[in-house]
């Protein structure tokens, strides 16, 4: 052998965007003539709340005690128009996953651990779930395109209502769950034939635009006689005109789902390329009703991507007042974020409807595990808002914080660390 | 009986006053709708409400019982979400009746718009006049009974639930995923005690029915080329 043929192959050497994803999807599509199907949601890179840093207290203001003095954390939502608004014990929510998507142990799971930590659960697409609802501590309600599952006796059920136009993972489309998951219980219950690929309702079959959306909500504040809160979830896109729209339209909060959500399918084309990321959206969303001289009154609810105390505390001070995790949660039920949540065979009975898999899920010591993870990143907020010099997680503001990279300034308008600086009116609050 | 006059009212007060009513009267006669939005929204009881006049968008939205005579036009979204009860339109609906539909009847004596039947789950809806494109698409369960002609699309992508029509075009405007076979003799019989209370004078022999496809998947194509060679 020659000393050149010696020398190690540059075989793993991948050359700008030909890299290994990029020829797997090529090989995909000229197999199959089609998109690819994908769970989770988008594997991209986008900028996020690491970009941003939280500013301590010293001189110009004294820190709050991490371990002997306390840092509030009750949160109240939806407070604009009902008389009984969303009280729960800490600002992290459990977003809307759909029983069929997740299967009934994970879902009761996620149940329990709300009622354990005192915040609420979101029963999603396919309907609520007895199991849910039964342990559920607060019961947000989604109200689909698809309405599987759904009645007058889920509104009844509710402690607040949230009407789905959008998400953040594939924004746009509609809700698909594969074949694999509508076993003949989930089949049953949102009335679909079993093992049939769902691909559902991307529009709500009565609200057909913006001025209709404000005369169905009237008719949900009739029903409801006001009492629970109305939130509207939109998808991160044209986030300053939806918003806009949807105060208008009389909710009392706002879900800002980014372009980091996940999901238990969607093509991959979608999750990658549809939506604007949570960082930038949220900044949007607050100005837009700021705008409106709304955002006192308004509810800010921030989901897609958010995973630890950071982007809570940093979400908050940018002007949200809540966030709501979906696969945060999963993970701390045992979820490794495979990508392959399309195909059934969760190894964690979560993803799921396989009778066996599901068997692996401990839902006590899931619930437990779920319960500890939003104390936690809870707790996590709280120390930085204490060393922030706050008494409450929801007195964060933007003064509290700074932007660690030109993009995250550019895209927030909060000023570059060690500067004052900011990229002028038409970025961020500017 | 009583009689409820809507004049100035908004729809939540009227339905206030609704819902009080409907606890003790059998009938009630109600006037000055001024095509009023959210009429009779999630009524619950076994009365008989009769509007002279047309209403606007939502009637009779998850309305649980009662039976809800319009004696002129609905807009659109009629009976969405409608549980139980009845809903009978003497006139013409707009667009997207009976959307999410669980249960009960809705008869519309003259023509609907587009998206009829949208998402149903439930229930009987009859037109007695014409519908729309898309009607019936993805509907979940119930029963649409069309007596006149039908738009493109009809009962694009149903997942259950059968839709009877006479349109003798409806090959050529049916939507995806769904099929024509004839109409059975349950159907028929069904379909006939539907017309006796209703009083359409309608045989059913010439109905066929439109059902979803047997095989365990949808197909859509999302690529539609005017050339194509096979190699």
């Given at each position: 052998m020659s000393k050149i043929d010696k020398i190690p192959k540059v075989k793993d050497i991948q050359r700008g965007v030909w890299n290994n994803e990029t020829i797997a999807e090529i090989k995909y599509k000229a197999e199959v003539g089609k998109h690819r199907i994908r769970g989770c949601g988008t594997p991209r890179k986008f900028p996020n709340f690491d970009d941003l840093l939280i500013l301590p207290a010293q001189l110009t203001r004294m820190p709050v005690d991490t371990y002997r003095e306390d840092c509030k954390t009750q949160t109240v939502l939806g407070a604009r128009y009902a008389k009984e608004p969303l009280v729960i014990e800490t600002p992290v929510m459990i977003s809307g996953m759909s029983y069929g998507a997740l299967s009934k142990e994970a879902k009761t799971a996620l149940a329990k651990a709300t009622d354990i930590v005192g915040t609420s659960i979101n029963n999603g697409e396919g309907g609520l779930l007895p199991e849910e609802r039964d342990n559920s501590y607060k019961q947000v309600v989604q109200i689909t395109?698809?309405?599987?599952?759904?009645?007058l006796r889920n509104i009844e059920a509710a402690d607040a209502i949230e009407i789905i136009?959008?998400?953040?993972?594939?924004?746009?489309l509609s809700g698909h769950l594969m074949g694999c998951k509508i076993s003949e219980e989930v089949a049953k219950f949102r009335q679909l034939p079993p093992g049939i690929d769902l691909h559902s309702h991307p529009r709500h079959g009565d609200i057909f635009g913006a001025d209709d959306l404000c005369i169905k909500i009237e008719e949900l504040r009739d029903i409801t006689d006001n009492r629970i809160p109305i939130f509207l979830k939109i998808a991160a896109g044209r986030v300053w005109e939806d918003v806009k729209i949807a105060a208008k339209a009389g909710v009392d909060g706002i879900v800002i789902d980014g372009s980091e959500g996940g999901t238990g399918a969607a093509p991959v084309i979608a999750a990658n390329n549809l939506g604007i990321p949570s960082l930038p959206a949220l900044v949007q969303a607050v100005k837009s009703l700021e705008d409106m001289g709304v955002k006192d009154e308004m509810s800010v609810i921030l989901s897609g991507g958010i995973k630890d105390g950071a982007d809570l505390a940093k979400a908050l001070a940018l002007g949200a007042d809540a966030v709501a995790l979906g696969t945060g949660v999963m993970v701390a039920m045992g979820c490794v974020v495979c990508l392959k949540c399309h195909e059934g065979k969760c190894a964690f009975g979560i993803g799921t409807q396989d009778p066996e898999l599901r068997k692996r899920l401990d839902i006590d010591l899931a619930a437990q595990r779920v319960a500890n993870y939003i104390q936690a990143i809870t707790i996590e907020a709280t120390i930085l808002a204490k060393a922030a010099g706050?008494?409450?997680?929801?007195?964060?503001?933007?003064?509290d914080i700074r932007s660690l990279t030109l993009e995250a300034c550019a895209m927030t308008g909060i000023p570059l660390v060690g500067t004052n600086f900011t990229f002028g009116d038409k970025f961020g609050f500017c | 009986m009583v009689r409820l006059d809507l004049t100035g009212m908004n729809s939540r007060n009227a339905n206030k006053k609704l819902k009080v009513l409907i606890q003790t009267e059998d009938e009630i006669e109600v006037v000055g709708t001024h095509s009023i939005h959210n009429f009779a929204t999630a009524l619950i009881g076994k009365s008989k409400i009769t509007a002279h006049g047309s209403t606007g968008f939502?009637?009779?939205?998850?309305?649980?019982g009662p039976t809800l005579v319009i004696e002129g036009n609905t807009g659109w979204?009629?009976?969405?979400?409608m549980m139980d009860g009845e809903i009978i339109v003497q006139m013409n609906t707009g667009s997207n009746a009976a959307p999410s539909m669980l249960g009960g009847t809705i008869v519309i004596k003259g023509n609907s718009g587009s998206r009829a039947g949208w998402g149903m789950k439930g229930g009987n809806l009859v037109v007695c006049g014409n519908v729309g494109r898309w009607s019936g698409k993805m509907t979940l369960g119930g029963r649409i009974i069309v007596l006149g002609e039908v738009g493109e699309?009809?009962?694009?992508?149903?997942?259950n639930g059968i839709i009877h029509v006479l349109d003798p075009a409806v090959e050529e405007k049916l939507g995806g995923n769904v099929m024509i076979v004839p109409i059975d003799d349950k159907e028929k019989k069904e379909t006939e005690l539907i017309f006796k209370k209703y009083g359409i004078e309608q045989g059913v022999d010439d109905f066929m029915s439109i059902v979803p496809k047997v095989y365990g998947r949808h197909e859509y194509k999302l690529y539609k080329p005017t050339h194509k060679k096979v190699i």
């Open positions: 395109p698809s309405r599987m599952g759904f009645s136009i959008g998400i953040g993972a594939k924004p746009g706050k008494s409450k997680l929801c007195n964060l503001e933007r003064e | 939502y009637t009779g939205g998850f309305l649980e979204y009629t009976g969405d979400n699309g009809i009962g694009e992508s149903m997942y």
